[in-house]
């Protein structure tokens, strides 16, 4: 199994400019995660999804957007991007249930100019 | 507002000692409670759960939970080198599988 995987790992934007952050596992799990980790900061929730077709907003939303078309992928979009969404950014899935853990991608490095 | 709070360290402690990790939550729906190790520049991987009030022993590394003062500890026995990294305290409400994470303790061991 690879687990969680995320591409790309790096990646440069220009200020207005969109891309989607792709995410996928092998876990079969139903629920999937982004989150977003500012330098020396904890892990901001940005969206998340129960099962294939149902997303919900997390703390921190604004400027992304997510879609759920099968259980192994969650691709999340940027649209116009901004200084502000300089960050790291984790992709994790868990399955159903109280005692389940989350497991994590490798994380995409973004800087935004 | 569902807070998970840490002390943020840096936490130094010489090779051998115990090192001992704080956390505490403000929802008291929170069910299941978990460790994660961050070395710099990677991503979180968990080093222990629980749920149940009490102590739970992995090795090394004792995790304490007591419900009714909303706090849950993790104790690092004859801490090593290899343990320096931030230690992410994180929180399961059961309301669609949402984790709520503090901002993490940064420790260094002293060799």
């Known amino acids: 199994n690879a687990g969680v995987t995320q591409t790309p790992k790096f990646r440069i934007l220009k200020i207005g400019q969109s891309m989607t952050l792709q995410c996928t596992q092998d876990?079969?799990?139903?629920?999937m995660y982004w989150y977003r980790q500012d330098p020396g900061m904890g892990l901001k929730l940005i969206y998340y999804?129960?099962?294939?077709?149902?997303?919900d907003k997390g703390e921190v939303p604004n400027g992304y957007n997510v879609s759920r078309s099968t259980t192994e992928d969650f691709p999340l979009r940027l649209e116009l991007a901004a200084p502000s969404q300089t960050s790291v950014y984790f992709c994790?899935?868990?399955?159903?249930?109280?005692?389940?853990?989350?497991?994590f991608g490798p994380g995409t490095r973004l800087t935004v100019l | 507002q569902k807070e998970v709070e840490q002390n943020s360290g840096p936490l130094s402690v010489p090779e051998g000692a115990i090192a001992s990790l704080n956390c505490t939550y403000s929802d008291r729906g929170s069910q299941s409670f978990f460790w994660y190790r961050q070395y710099s520049g990677k991503s979180p991987e968990l080093i222990m759960f629980?749920?149940?009030?009490g102590d739970k022993e992995d090795g090394r590394f004792t995790a304490q939970l007591n419900k009714a003062s909303q706090y849950v500890s993790l104790l690092i026995r004859d801490s090593q080198p290899s343990d320096s990294a931030t230690y992410l305290c994180a929180v399961n409400i059961w309301a669609g599988n949402q984790f709520y994470f503090g901002t993490g303790t940064s420790l260094t061991v002293i060799p």
């Open positions: 999804s129960v099962g294939a077709g149902i997303t």
């Open positions: 876990m079969n799990h139903n629920y």
């Open positions: 629980i749920y149940s009030n």
């Open positions: 994790a899935s868990s399955g159903q249930g109280t005692y389940n853990e989350q497991f």
